[in-house]
């Protein structure tokens, strides 16, 4: 007789499994629970969005040393509608300390219950754990995704999974806050696979929004038991009164996990070897093996859950409704990108089940991503946030997050130069005539094009070798005598752009007054690294080597824009720039006076300094520029 052979079916279960579909518990949540206050709705909306107006009132707190009461209430609703309630709670402290009298104490006392509902809450994010976690990822440099959480349930879960599943609303949005991709799997190394041996590996490809769910499944199962008898009244963290909290927490979770871009398409899978573990025997019980958080959305029990995983789907409804990073709860265009220049999201490539994805703007509370560049290129490091670093318009580039891989990408933009603004008025006088539809598929053609960074740099370095001398006195904006990039050679000048990475390459200019320094540097260096590659590549070597290293290598140091003034920098960003228009700097306000009428004329011009630290315009404002 032969060796008997195994089954394959799955052994019965140590303890009973409910009818989840049969479930009659469901969640307390609201859609207030992920609203701003109600006070908001008096409130304007700022115009450029909620957290610049944060912003600017922290300023005037610090110049009226708190002094004043009517710039502490402001201050302390809007980090309330902002829901940065360790800001509102240093409001509140400072304001008492200093005797500030509110005249609205209904309003006062309701903030300072606000925040102290919110200390009452049971949550990780104070433990020393985590407080540790914090420090390493803001102050350490440490990433936030691949930091492994040990849990009595599964192996293996990164910070913001281990959140999710605990139902620990406070720690994933402070994770979030900090950077962490929503989808990523984050697979732990083999050593911690081998110290917990008794624990049953996470579920295969899973991620924060599919364990949040598994958690309210779980922990609504449980609470139905336990309310027929079973279980023997089982206590603990899904039994007792804390099955309640446990199950609004993860509830709370996957829906703000959705609201914030999560992926619902994401399926539960068992893990190698752990089918028969009784969280996946429950899966299979409940015939949600191979389903998608999408189709198990009935099965949480909230109609709240159903509606936003619903409204999510669409890519229409995310651009306009999700969430800020920063833990607001508010639409991006209300919160950071309040400004109509602030760029947000990217639309990625289509999938295979013809779905665009796309890629959000990196956290804007997270330490600013600049400090990798910064350390490869030799510059000092920097401790700010994302927001108060390299977010606003005149740093020149954007960083995007892949919530799958927690990749960093980054867009490079070019400020508009008074050639371009002309080029667009002769656009307008072209388009005359024609209606806003056509119009706007043109800009449409136009934003395909330009979202290919292979196709724009192979176009420009096209241009550049047709054009010849002129094409280089083109790049300067307004043909600027002060420049000398008219005597550099148009096809090094284009060999140096290819070898650049397309998606961060530029066209050089050394009249670069509207750069700010951080980014003049990148591009200096960048620049200059990419000249010794692109000698490399056609093998040139010692004197004609040197010559053409010395002519086209590009310098941190601008002239004068005084056309008769010959003077150059000796330091970055030693020359003062116009006030108006930012967009030319002077070594003395003499010759600044001596320009003036040449300057007013060619640059100096009502708009331009908005233009010059926006960058190149969307197609949204195009086509209002051109149909105006």
């Known amino acids: 007789m032969g060796k008997k052979s195994r089954s394959n079916k799955l052994k019965p279960a140590k303890w009973s ?14 859609a207030s629970s992920f609203s ?67 005249e609205d104490q209904e309003m006062w006392a309701q903030l300072n219950d606000d925040v102290a509902a919110l200390k009452r809450a049971k949550t990780a994010l104070r433990s020393d754990d985590m407080k540790k976690v914090i420090n390493d ?53 083999p050593s911690v696979l081998a110290t917990h041996s008794g624990v049953v590996l996470k579920p295969k490809m899973c991620t924060a929004l599919l364990l949040a769910v598994n958690g309210a499944l779980t922990s609504r199962n449980v609470m139905s038991i336990v309310a027929k008898g079973g279980m023997g009244g089982m206590g603990g963290r899904f039994g007792g009164g804390d099955a309640r909290e446990s199950y609004e927490g993860c509830v709370e979770c996957a829906i703000q996990l959705v609201r914030l871009g999560a992926d619902t398409s994401v399926t539960f899978q068992f893990p190698p070897g752990g089918k028969n573990h009784p969280i996946y025997q429950s899966w299979h019980m409940w015939n949600i093996e191979g389903k998608s958080v999408r189709d198990v959305a009935t099965l949480v029990g909230s109609e709240l859950f159903e509606k936003t995983v619903e409204e999510f789907s669409t890519m229409e409804h995310q651009i306009e409704h999700v969430n800020c990073r920063c833990g607001s709860r508010l639409p991006w ?5 309040g400004k109509p220049t602030d760029p947000y999201y990217l639309n990625g490539k289509v999938d295979k089940k013809n779905i665009s994805k796309i890629t959000w703007r990196y956290s804007p509370l997270a330490p600013c991503h600049c400090n990798t560049s910064n350390a490869r290129l030799g510059l000092a490091g920097t401790k700010k946030i994302h927001f ?14 892949c919530d799958k891989t927690s990749e960093i990408s980054v867009m490079a933009r070019t400020p508009t130069n008074p050639m371009q603004r002309e080029a667009m008025k002769y656009m307008q006088e072209m388009l005359k005539g024609q209606s806003e539809d056509e119009i706007s598929k043109l800009m449409d053609s136009m934003q395909q094009m330009n979202s290919d960074p292979e196709f724009v740099i192979k176009s420009r370095c096209k241009m550049v070798r047709e054009g010849g001398a002129l094409a280089m006195q083109a790049i300067v904006a307004g043909d600027n005598p002060c420049s000398k990039l008219s005597s550099w050679d148009p096809e090094v000048y284009a060999g140096v752009m290819e070898t650049m990475d397309p998606v961060l390459s530029f066209q ?22 990419a000249l010794e590659q692109y000698c490399d590549s056609i093998g040139l070597s010692g004197s004609e080597r040197e010559d053409v290293t010395k002519l086209h290598t590009a310098s941190p140091f601008a002239p004068c824009g005084n056309v008769k003034c010959d003077k150059v920098e000796t330091s970055v960003k030693q020359y003062s720039r116009c006030s108006k228009c930012y967009s030319v700097a002077y070594c003395s306000s003499a010759c600044q006076r001596e320009d003036w009428k040449n300057h007013k004329q060619r640059l100096c011009k009502p708009g331009t300094r908005e233009r010059q630290s926006n960058g190149t315009p969307s197609g949204e404002s195009l086509l209002q520029m051109l149909t105006k």
């Open 508 to 529: 050089w200019n050394d009249v670069h007054w509207a750069l700010p320094k951080a980014e003049l540097l990148k591009r200096v260096s960048e620049w200059n690294e």
């Open 137 to 189: 990822v803001m102050k350490g440099g440490k990433s936030v995704d691949f930091t492994i959480f040990d849990d009595s349930t599964f192996v293996g879960l990164n910070c913001l999974q281990f959140a999710a599943l605990r139902g620990d609303v406070q720690v994933l949005e402070q994770l979030i806050k900090m950077g962490a991709a929503l989808d990523i799997e984050a697979l732990p190394p």
């Open 333 to 337: 265009k209300q919160c950071h990108a």
């Open 17 to 30: 499994i409910g009818d989840i579909t049969s479930n009659n518990i469901t969640s307390n949540l609201s």
């Open 388 to 401: 108060k670093c390299c977010w606003d318009e005149t740093a020149h580039r954007e960083y995007y997050q």
């Open 36 to 102: 701003p206050p109600s006070f908001a709705a008096d409130l304007p909306q700022p115009a450029e969005g909620w957290a610049r107006e944060l912003r600017k009132l922290e300023k005037e707190l610090q110049n009226t040393r708190y002094q004043d009461a009517e710039i502490v209430l402001s201050a302390a609703k809007v980090a309330r509608i902002m829901r940065q309630f360790d800001v509102l709670e240093k409001i509140l402290t400072k304001a008492e300390n200093k005797g500030v009298v509110i």
